[in-house]
């Protein structure tokens, strides 16, 4: 295992969420492409019915994306989220964490955040990774990890 990159970021809710200061704590961060598409709002609506056992399980949630701050607001506000949405649009966590790829869109490359999600155990290392996750059972799957920590 090794330890999380840190990083204090802009979050919904007027918090700065720094990794380092959650230390002690059992965290998920997943990376999603963007606020508002079929995917991502799946993928975070999922989380958003798991939170209570993440919660039971002593573990906070949280999703990043290269959205503004204004645009996570919406976003949690319209799926009614329990948990806080990060903004990082200069991709400092994006890149410490190394999600930033190139995809190819309607035949153009583009760099994008491939849909990633890490799991943080309370001394702060990284657990396990998942990189290019398909949605469907990701959430359940994640949380039968944090459980097993």
Not at 90 to 105: P, W
Not at 126 to 147: N, Q
């Amino acid at each position: 295992m090794s330890l999380a990159p840190d990083f204090s970021l802009s979050a919904t809710g007027d918090r700065t969420v720094t990794l380092s200061a959650l230390r002690g704590r059992k965290l998920v961060i997943y990376f999603y492409p963007k606020d508002n598409t079929p995917g991502c709002t799946n993928e975070t609506k999922d989380f958003g019915a798991l939170h209570g056992e993440f919660a039971a399980a002593g573990c906070e949630v949280f999703g990043v994306s290269r959205d503004s701050l204004k645009s996570h607001e919406n976003f949690k506000a319209k799926l009614e989220l329990p948990f806080d949405l990060i903004s990082d649009p200069d991709e400092v966590a994006c890149e410490a964490f190394g999600v930033m790829k190139l995809k190819n869109m309607y035949g153009k490359q583009v760099r994008g955040i491939e849909r990633s999600t890490f799991v943080i155990d309370a001394n702060g290392e990284i657990a396990r990774e998942w990189r290019g996750v398909k949605v469907p059972g990701h959430a359940a799957e994640v949380l039968a990890v944090v459980k097993s920590l």
